[in-house]
């Protein structure tokens, strides 16, 4: 029997049945249903279209791991399922797979579906976010070259000031070897020979960084970083324009704690912070510090913390700060988007990074998900 439809014309052209299935199949969205298990029940074109199956016999039986990519977090997916387990709606940015193999970027949401009040399956909407994040890569290499360009005063310093003590030590080394039969002093000669070694191998460090900074493609990649090598790493290219302001930093980092990121996005994230208590200390008088501390307040999640006393945000801007291209430094000082970027980089990381300011001093405090050891497959050293 055919159901009418409301509408003007009054005659119906299929049954309800057939529209919400044709609803279904056609809808914009890409649409998936699973069983308890993730199990995938039924999809719709779009959802065979953005993952490149063949047919939706292709798709059903197998579970929602088809389509994981290894470059989102185990975090992520944990996350996920806690929530849609505990009966709450999941929503967020992922990166998955296509059966061809190539990334597919979506912002989904995942809800419940209950039967008598208890959770029987889920239902996931996907929407393709491939335009958006080509803009937003276009828009983390323009922050990236912005960081460069004021790396490039700091850049003088780093290269200079080994190179001097590097020639001082070999001028010296080329004295005493210069006249044969003279008595050397080895202690003294090889300590030359230490500290020349020691400068080249900071410059080393230095220069891989700064290429590996301006790689285009720094990397999506993800791999376990220790919580102390980031900051240390991230304070390269600005130690010595915080020390030659009289600027104190204290790291106080709790343990060791690892954590699977980004190492060059998250690299930019502390040296966007650090640079912006350098310039908020800007005419500063008196005592300047920055308190740096990571701590794991509970298992599977770090904290890091940055405090600086350079007199605080006013109450009429903080809500604004993280906004994209808002900035209260002249037009070559600043772009607006450190922050705006930094935030966008910690929640692809599943993060948080909140600011408060009070008493003349600015804390932001960043929440990331922490290993609880290091993942046995993914690269140490490796961006
Ligand atoms: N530690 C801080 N103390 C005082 N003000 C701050 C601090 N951090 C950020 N701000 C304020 O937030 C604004 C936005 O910061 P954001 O890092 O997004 O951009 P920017 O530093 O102005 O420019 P860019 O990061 O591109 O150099 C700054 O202009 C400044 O007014
Ligand atoms: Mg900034």
Redesign the pocket.
């Known amino acids: 029997m055919t159901k009418a439809i409301p509408g003007d014309s009054g005659s119906p052209l299929v049954d309800t049945a057939t529209l919400v299935d044709r609803a279904f199949t056609q809808a914009e969205y890409a649409i998936n249903i699973t069983d308890r298990e993730g199990k995938l029940i039924k999809v719709n074109k779009a959802y065979i279209e953005l993952y490149k199956f063949r047919s939706e016999a292709d798709v059903l039986g197998k579970t929602q791991r088809v389509i994981r990519s290894p470059h989102t977090p185990d975090s992520v997916y944990k996350d996920m399922w806690s929530t849609i387990f505990r009966g709450e709606t999941w929503r967020g940015n992922l990166t998955n797979l296509a059966q061809d193999g190539s990334e597919v970027f979506v912002n989904l949401t995942i809800t419940p579906v209950r039967e008598n009040g208890e959770i029987i399956g889920f239902m996931g909407f996907s929407l393709d976010r491939a335009q958006q994040v080509l803009l937003e890569r276009e828009l983390f290499h323009a922050?990236k070259l912005?960081v460069l360009a004021?790396m490039g005063a700091g850049l003088a310093h780093e290269l200079n000031n080994p190179l001097a003590s590097i020639l001082l030590d070999a001028e010296y080394l080329k004295d005493i070897f210069a006249e044969p039969g003279k008595a050397i002093e080895w202690e003294t000669a090889a300590s030359a020979a230490t500290s020349v070694i020691q400068g080249v191998e900071r410059m080393k460090k230095v220069l891989e960084h700064l290429l590996m900074y301006s790689r285009k493609e720094g990397g999506q990649k993800f791999s376990t970083l220790t919580m102390a090598q980031l900051i240390e790493d991230s304070f390269l290219f600005l130690e010595r324009q915080l020390r030659s302001r009289n600027i104190t930093i204290d790291v106080e980092v709790d343990g060791e704690i690892f954590l699977s990121g980004n190492r060059t996005q998250l690299e930019s994230v502390v040296h966007?912070l650090l640079?912006?208590?350098r310039?908020?200390f800007e005419g500063h008088k008196g005592d300047k510090r920055i308190q740096i501390r990571a701590r794991k307040e509970q298992p599977g999640l770090v904290t890091l913390e940055f405090s600086?006393n350079?007199?605080?945000?006013p109450a009429t801007?903080l809500d604004r700060?993280?906004e994209p291209f808002?900035?209260?430094?002249k037009e070559r000082?600043?772009?607006?988007?450190?922050?705006?970027i930094s935030q966008k980089i910690i929640a692809e990381h599943g993060g948080t990074i909140e600011v408060e300011s009070k008493d003349g001093s600015?804390t932001?405090r960043i929440m990331l998900p922490a290993l609880e050891a290091p993942s046995p497959d993914e690269d140490m050293m490796e961006d």
Do not use: M
């Open positions: 922050n912005v004021t966007n640079s912006n208590s310039d908020a600086d350079a007199g605080g945000i801007i700060i993280f808002f900035t209260t430094k000082e600043g772009t607006g988007l450190g922050l705006a600015t932001f």
